[in-house]
Every structure is written in structure tokens, then in C-alpha cells.
């Protein structure tokens, strides 16, 4: 049987996986038989307890049903945007009454997709080329935590070789069309911003990657501060007591902490800050219901919520963003203008990373062929527009494709292993 080799694309918000043989095209792994499409995996994991209290895992879309099924209760946990956290210098989580490293955490959803990809292509894939954002963080220790991690955790998950290759030329090797020019690949994805320029000579001879450049804004930061600009006015935002006594500011920007829920709710100092200012506010609806809100983890449907209402903005106009917590009601309405101020870092981001990027290769905007757009971020009409006006609405392409990295890294880890 011809050795098959992977690409892996693990994503902080979706993963994907392409196989490769020695002659055709990459092509893209069911890995999750409850996602649709199946060859895209919400990085998510589900920590809970069946109904008799034995321990139960769940990855990918299954992790969400189970979350909103059992909720999170106990030592329970929902896990998401591990790339997010991956390189944070606390290496451990209480998970299910057991201390895991962080390592064993993200192993457990590279062994998930290995073992379904294995299964579907028939055979044990030994050597896969995994991909790594321009940058996972800004300082560059936690970077290189983060890159050690996900080493580690192909490792433990059953692969005996990795390479890693970085997502955006990935990405470019996917999307390019063999033409002769220069092609950028834009790749806003949940947790990061990465831009490559690559030129193809045209013809046999290899593009050359002339430069990369990347930021920590996407998606995530997106849901975010949406939330933070216009949606906590039900979390108490503007009540006050006393002689001008507020919730702390602090405490608000949790409200839509993605990563952090599963360990807010245990931090000591969290919950001394909720306790006083129960007690200050002499115990105020809006308050105890705020307590609950984050003590009883209903943060990780009110954040899905809100991720699913931006996603409706890129093709509506307005939507309602709707939660039902415990005591706790959001009813808002949110118009695409309103998105203004809330996109505004990413479009600058975006700028910056073409800047550097082009800097990097010597090249002005001008000496662009093709503009490509990857990622689901890339999918906000805000984005398109922005490359149009930059660089003129006939050289830009895509439409956010979820899986052209991991079928880019399918392509390299072709050659890497098997040319
Ligand atoms: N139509 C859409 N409009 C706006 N945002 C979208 C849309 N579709 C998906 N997204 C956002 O795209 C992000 C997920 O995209 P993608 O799967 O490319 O990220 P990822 O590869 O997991 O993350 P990263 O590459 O940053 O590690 C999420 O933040 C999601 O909310
Ligand atoms: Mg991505």
C-alpha cells in the first residue's frame, strides 16, 4: 500500500485535515461524522459526567450538543480556542476531578481527527505537516510555548514525524492557480490575522515566498468586543447605587471572556470581586444575576450566541442577539453599522499585516496580481471591501474558504515527505 502522508490545519476555531499520496491532489478527511460538513471539526472538547457520574469526553460538534444537553455542571468543563491559550504560562486544568497538561488537552483532539482520518483512509498515517500562524501571541514566549505544545501534542497523539509549515504560504499553496505573478493570501481566521506574498515564475519552476506577516486579531477579538461595545447594558453595565457605586469595569470585560469561563468561576480573586460587590450593591437582581452568570458558566452559550448572530451580519442587515440566563434576559438588536468601532482594529490590522508583508517582499500594492481570501473572518463584507478598495475589486478572490490551509499543507507535506 503507497505510504499517505497529512496536513493538518488545527484552527482555533475549526480544524480540518487533507490526505496526500505521491500523484494526485490533496484531498480533504471526514473527521468529524457529526460537523457538516464532516471535514470541518469545531475545535471544542466537552468535559461532563453521564448520567450515572461516570467521566465522559466529546469533541467537535458533538462537544456543543453535549453542552447544551448537560450544561456545565461540577468539575465539568467545555474547552475551546485551546490555540488561543495553548502557550499561557499555566500549564494545567482541573478537568473531571484530574489534573491534565495542556499538552494532553490538545492531544485529545489531534487523536480524535487521527484516528477518524485513519479510519476513513484505511490505514495508520504516520508523518503529518502541521500548520502555525505568523504568530500565536505577541510575546515571543508564549509563541514559542505554543508552537512546543502543539509538537508535543502530534507526538502523544500517535504521529511518529511532524514538520510545520506557516498557515498563509499553506494557505497560498491551496488557493494558487498556477498562473505567472504575484498572489497574496489573506487568512482571518478566529484567533489570528496571517497575510504571505509569493511569487510564481510561471511555468515548472517553485513559487518563492517573498514574505509573511501576521497579528493576534481575528474572530474571537471580533465577538468580543461586540460584546463589550454593545451588549452588556442587561449585565448591569449602567447600574449604579449608592453615591455613584458601579460593577467594576473589570469584572464586566469578562462577560464575554471567551477562553477564560472554566477559570474564572474557580479564581479566588474572581469571586471575591462578585461576592463584595453582591454585598455593596445590597444584593441587586441585576448583580446576583451577574454572579450566576459567570459561577454557573453560562458565559460559553451567550458567547456561541453572539458568534452566530455576527456571522448572520455579514448577510443581513440586522439581527437580534437573544439570551436566556438564569434571572438574565438579552434581547438587542445589532445593524451591521453598528459593527464600526468593533471592526475597526481588525481592518487596521489588516492593513498593517499587507504593509509589512509587501514591505518584507519589496513590492507595492500595485505589483499584485491576485488577492485571495481565506478564513471564515475573511468572510465580513467589511473585509472585502477593504482589498477591493486597496487593490481593485478584479484581483480579488474567495469567498473564506475553512479548508484551503489544510489542503495546502496536504500539498507540502507532500512534498516534504514523498517528493
Ligand atoms: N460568514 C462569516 N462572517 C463573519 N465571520 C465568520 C463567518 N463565518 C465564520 N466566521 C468566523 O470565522 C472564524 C473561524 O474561521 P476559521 O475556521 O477560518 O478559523 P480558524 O482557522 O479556526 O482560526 P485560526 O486560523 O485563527 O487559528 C470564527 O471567528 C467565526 O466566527
Ligand atoms: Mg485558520
Known sequence: MDELVYGLDFGTSNT????????GPARLVPIDPHA?????????????????????????????????RQGVKGDGRFLFELKAVMGFPVRTTRLLGRLFDLEEVVAS??????????RAVGQRVRRVMCGLPVRFNDDPEIDARAEATLARALEIAGF???????EPVAADAASGTGEAGV?????????TLDVSVVRR?????????????????????????????????????????????????WVLTKVGAWSEFHLLADDAD?????????????????????????????GYSFVREVEARKIDLSEQEAVRVRFV????????????????????PLLRALDACLDEALARAGLRDADVTTVERIGGSARIPAIGERLAARFGRERVRGAGSLTAVALGLGELARQRFLG
Open 160 to 166: 511518529e514525524e511532524h514538520a510545520f509549515s506557516l
Open 183 to 191: 498572489s497574496v493570501a489573506v487568512d482571518i481566521g478566529g484567533g
Open 325 to 344: 440566563g438564569v434571572d438574565l434576559l438579552v434581547l438587542e438588536d445589532v445593524r451591521r453599522e453598528h459593527l464600526g468601532p468593533v471592526l475597526e
Open 270 to 298: 474572581f469571586r471575591r470581586a462578585l461576592a463584595r460587590t453582591e454585598v455593596d450593591s445590597r444584593r441587586h437582581p441585576t448583580v446576583l444575576a451577574l454572579s450566576r452568570y459567570f459561577l454557573e458558566r453560562q
Open 16 to 23: 480540518s485535515l487533507a490526505v496526500s499520496d505521491r500523484k
Open 109 to 118: 483532539v489531534v487523536r480524535f481527527v487521527k484516528e477518524n482520518a485513519d
Open 36 to 68: 457538516d460538513p464532516p471535514t470541518v471539526l469545531p475545535t471544542q472538547l466537552f468535559f461532563g459526567r453521564d448520567s450515572r457520574g461516570a467521566p465522559c469526553v466529546s469533541h467537535g460538534a458533538m462537544a456543543r450538543k453535549d453542552l447544551i
Open 201 to 249: 515564475p510561471g511555468g515548472s519552476t517553485p513559487p518563492e515566498v517573498l514574505g509573511v506577516a501576521g497579528r493576534v486579531e481575528a474572530g474571537r477579538n471580533v465577538d468580543r468586543r461586540l460584546i463589550d461595545e454593545r451588549l452588556l447594558l442587561p449585565f448591569g453595565r449602567d447600574l449604579e447605587w449608592g453615591d455613584g457605586h458601579r460593577i467594576p469595569p
